[in-house]
């Protein structure tokens, strides 16, 4: 069955193609420092550990969490198994972190495997915690911004084989029943995966409820009742449950899929009794500089009355009956609608001609990221492609750099312009099923950060859409729309690829601001246009200048590499091995 392609729908109002640039502002960024008394429980990679997807899971990890419910307060673990808590109500009068919990041994005196303590704010009183060697501790915190003394009870606490980080988590209530959803990563050994790195990427979710047992909800004891696990070959961008537990989100470069259930292997379906080889292309398509036909192979005995046909100018849905569509998705480009038109030819194929909106540019691709069709080059195309890349076997190369110029040259390239060879997919899963729904193809969207916006909803996500950094909020009760655009930061996505020591990207929750974070020392704050104060006249243009946008630049007091970074509408966070910066950055 053919996985329905969406599309990212830019909100063109959000916008701003008028933007110039940031302008560099000198003013001063008040900065707090507290010492800690106990350095962050950093946990280093070992040799085993060498692939990308361990620097992407380990090595990158954001060891500062922010409370989505209560703002300016933040956690982390220490080396002494700590989970320690500021909260800042006054810049100037900083306490120290408050003890939240403790593991009751070390964690680092474990012998094997050991990982970073991960840490997951599930809801407006519950906590999960992992001490990286392969226990689930679920807390249950009170309301943590009125009873901030209060220490964490632990209400469950199981092993769960080999050690994982938490990457997201979320509780519902139902009938007295309390559900919390847990998403658990690990990076495990592969010995099928001969031609790889050797490793696979795991994502288990599982339900833990208190179901179990008589009388009310609080004495009832927790357990898991559920575990789903999917596997892939990449290190995920972005992950997290659906509200309620009905469905799942994943953005990765290489796709996921769920394998077990219970530990049981996950039985695969019968293919659909659609009359196509799998083995063979769905499709065939040729194009011009004015149009694209597409050729659709049709089960036997099809009519005019079977097919179900609907086009759009950026999307085509071709299906016959009541049988999953043939092809449905965002088209590569714009099409004219009303000039395109659909015939049956022989009783065996469907022609479809869509008129391309721009003459000229050329299609790789009919509906992105589907890949079961066949394209067909005509004489003259061929002939024009061997003489674009005669130069590639000429004897000289670049004989005559004036007349015969290669059409790019890579190392003219600048780096915002190189993307991942893989192509990054964002897929949605239903929770009963287990089965995707929406497929995007991300292409050239680089990922950037993930943000929680809203602590009721999913975090979002921002990604580069040409040079700006556009923000999406999964919305999974919409039908058509599941992801909506609800912030740009300006020309951020050309700027962040500049910055080669970048290790963490954020944004304010109210839209305010965007920020970027070195390995050492060096914050970027990216403000959003504000009015100035004063007349500014840009001479190039010969026009008024109504807005400016502001960078600003923080420079730490350490040497430590920076371990955490989160941000609130007021406040950026830093944390290093044994300091916590507070920058003011708004009043």
Same mark, same amino acid.
């Given at each position: 069955?053919?996985?329905?392609?969406?599309?990212?729908?830019?909100? =063109?109002?959000?916008?701003?193609?008028?933007?110039?640039?940031?302008? &560099?502002? %000198?003013?001063?960024?008040?900065?707090?420092?507290?010492?800690?008394?106990?350095?962050?429980?950093?946990?280093?990679?070992?040799?085993?550990?060498?692939?990308?997807?361990?620097?992407?899971?380990?090595?990158?990890?954001?060891?500062?969490?922010?409370?989505?419910?209560?703002?300016?307060? $933040?956690?982390?673990?220490?080396?002494?198994? =700590?989970?320690?808590?500021?909260?800042?109500?006054?810049?100037?009068?900083?306490?120290?972190? !408050?003890?939240? *919990?403790?593991?009751?041994?070390?964690?680092?005196? !474990?012998?094997?495997?050991?990982?970073?303590?991960?840490?997951?704010?599930?809801?407006?009183?519950?906590?999960?915690?992992?001490?990286?060697?392969?226990?689930?501790?679920?807390?249950?915190?009170?309301?943590?911004?009125?009873?901030?003394?209060?220490?964490?009870?632990?209400?469950?606490?199981?092993?769960?084989?080999?050690?994982? @980080?938490?990457?997201?988590?979320?509780?519902?209530?139902?009938?007295?029943?309390?559900?919390?959803?847990?998403?658990?990563?690990?990076?495990?050994?592969?010995?099928?995966?001969?031609?790889?790195?050797? *490793? /696979?990427?795991?994502?288990?979710? @599982?339900?833990?409820?208190?179901?179990?047992?008589?009388?009310?909800?609080?004495?009832?004891?927790?357990?898991?009742?559920?575990?789903? #696990?999917?596997?892939?070959?990449?290190?995920?961008?972005?992950?997290?449950?659906?509200?309620?537990?009905?469905?799942? @989100? $994943?953005?990765?470069?290489?796709?996921?899929?769920?394998?077990?259930?219970?530990?049981?292997?996950?039985?695969?379906?019968?293919?659909?009794?659609?009359?196509?080889?799998?083995?063979?292309?769905?499709?065939?398509?040729?194009?011009?500089?004015?149009?694209?036909?597409?050729?659709?192979?049709?089960?036997?005995?099809?009519?005019?009355?079977?097919? =179900?046909?609907?086009?759009?100018?950026?999307?085509?849905?071709?299906?016959?009956?009541?049988?999953?569509?043939?092809?449905?998705?965002?088209?590569?480009?714009?099409?004219?609608?009303?000039?395109?038109?659909?015939?049956?030819?022989?009783?065996?194929?469907?022609?479809?001609?869509?008129?391309?909106?721009?003459?000229?540019?050329?299609?790789?691709?009919?509906?992105?990221?589907?890949?079961?069709?066949?394209?067909? #080059?005509?004489?003259?195309?061929?002939?024009?492609?061997?003489?674009?890349?005669?130069?590639?076997?000429?004897?000289?190369?670049?004989?005559?750099?004036?007349?015969?110029?290669?059409? !790019?040259?890579?190392?003219?390239?600048?780096?915002?312009?190189? *993307?991942?060879?893989?192509?990054?997919?964002?897929?949605?899963?239903?929770?009963?099923?287990?089965?995707?729904?929406?497929?995007?193809?991300?292409? /050239?969207?680089?990922?950037?950060?993930?943000?929680?916006?809203?602590?009721?909803? #999913?975090?979002? *996500?921002?990604?580069?859409?040409? $040079?700006?950094?556009?923000?999406?909020?999964?919305?999974?009760?919409?039908?058509?729309?599941?992801?909506?655009?609800?912030?740009?930061?300006?020309?951020?996505?050309?700027?962040?690829?500049?910055?080669?020591?970048?290790?963490?990207?954020?944004?304010?929750?109210?839209?305010?601001?965007?920020?970027?974070?070195?390995?050492?020392?060096?914050?970027?704050?990216?403000?959003?246009?504000?009015?100035?104060?004063?007349? &500014?006249?840009?001479?190039?243009?010969?026009?008024?200048?109504?807005?400016?946008?502001?960078?600003?630049?923080?420079?730490?007091?350490?040497?430590?590499? $920076? %371990?955490?970074?989160?941000?609130?509408?007021?406040?950026?966070?830093? %944390?290093?091995?044994?300091?916590?910066?507070?920058?003011?950055?708004?009043?």
């Amino acid at each position: 069955m053919a996985i329905p392609n969406c599309s990212l729908k830019v909100n =063109r109002e959000l916008l701003d193609p008028g933007f110039e640039s940031y302008r &560099l502002s %000198l003013d001063s960024i008040p900065t707090y420092n507290v010492e800690l008394d106990a350095a962050v429980a950093e946990v280093k990679l070992k040799d085993s550990q060498y692939t990308l997807d361990h620097v992407r899971a380990f090595g990158m990890y954001n060891y500062l969490h922010i409370d989505p419910w209560y703002e300016d307060s $933040v956690y982390f673990v220490d080396s002494k198994g =700590r989970v320690l808590n500021l909260t800042v109500t006054l810049d100037t009068a900083l306490g120290k972190p !408050c003890e939240m *919990f403790r593991f009751e041994s070390d964690p680092s005196s !474990c012998e094997g495997e050991q990982l970073c303590a991960s840490l997951s704010l599930t809801s407006a009183t519950w906590a999960t915690l992992s001490d990286g060697t392969g226990k689930l501790t679920l807390l249950r915190t009170s309301k943590r911004g009125e009873s901030s003394h209060i220490k964490w009870e632990p209400m469950f606490s199981e092993r769960l084989g080999e050690p994982f @980080i938490i990457v997201h988590s979320l509780a519902h209530v139902l009938s007295h029943v309390y559900t919390i959803e847990v998403l658990l990563l690990r990076v495990q050994k592969d010995p099928s995966d001969t031609k790889g790195s050797g *490793f /696979s990427i795991s994502l288990e979710w @599982i339900t833990v409820d208190n179901s179990a047992g008589q009388g009310e909800s609080e004495e009832r004891k927790y357990g898991v009742r559920k575990s789903r #696990m999917m596997k892939g070959k990449s290190v995920p961008h972005y992950t997290a449950v659906e509200p309620r537990g009905k469905g799942i @989100i $994943v953005a990765s470069e290489k796709p996921f899929a769920f394998t077990e259930v219970d530990g049981l292997p996950l039985e695969e379906p019968p293919a659909e009794d659609m009359e196509v080889e799998n083995s063979d292309p769905i499709y065939f398509w040729q194009q011009t500089e004015e149009d694209v036909t597409v050729c659709v192979r049709l089960p036997e005995g099809t009519t005019k009355d079977d097919i =179900r046909f609907k086009l759009t100018v950026d999307c085509l849905r071709v299906g016959v009956g009541d049988h999953a569509p043939l092809l449905n998705g965002q088209l590569f480009a714009p099409v004219d609608p009303e000039a395109s038109t659909w015939t049956i030819k022989d009783d065996k194929s469907l022609e479809v001609s869509l008129q391309k909106r721009s003459e000229g540019p050329l299609w790789s691709e009919v509906v992105l990221g589907d890949r079961r069709g066949e394209y067909l #080059m005509s004489d003259e195309q061929k002939s024009q492609l061997q003489q674009r890349l005669s130069y590639l076997t000429a004897e000289d190369l670049n004989p005559n750099p004036e007349k015969d110029k290669p059409p !790019c040259n890579a190392q003219e390239m600048e780096d915002c312009d190189m *993307f991942p060879e893989d192509s990054s997919t964002l897929m949605r899963f239903d929770g009963a099923t287990l089965k995707p729904t929406h497929v995007v193809s991300l292409g /050239s969207h680089q990922f950037l950060f993930s943000v929680h916006i809203d602590p009721s909803e #999913m975090p979002a *996500f921002c990604l580069r859409h040409d $040079v700006d950094a556009l923000l999406w909020q999964p919305r999974p009760n919409q039908d058509n729309d599941i992801w909506e655009h609800i912030s740009t930061f300006n020309a951020l996505g050309y700027v962040q690829a500049s910055k080669r020591d970048k290790k963490f990207a954020t944004c304010a929750p109210n839209f305010s601001y965007a920020a970027l974070c070195e390995c050492l020392r060096r914050v970027f704050i990216y403000r959003q246009p504000t009015p100035v104060d004063t007349v &500014l006249f840009n001479r190039k243009q010969g026009r008024q200048v109504g807005q400016v946008a502001k960078q600003q630049v923080a420079n730490l007091d350490t040497n430590d590499p $920076v %371990l955490g970074f989160r941000a609130t509408n007021e406040r950026l966070f830093v %944390l290093t091995a044994n300091n916590l910066f507070v920058l003011k950055v708004n009043n």
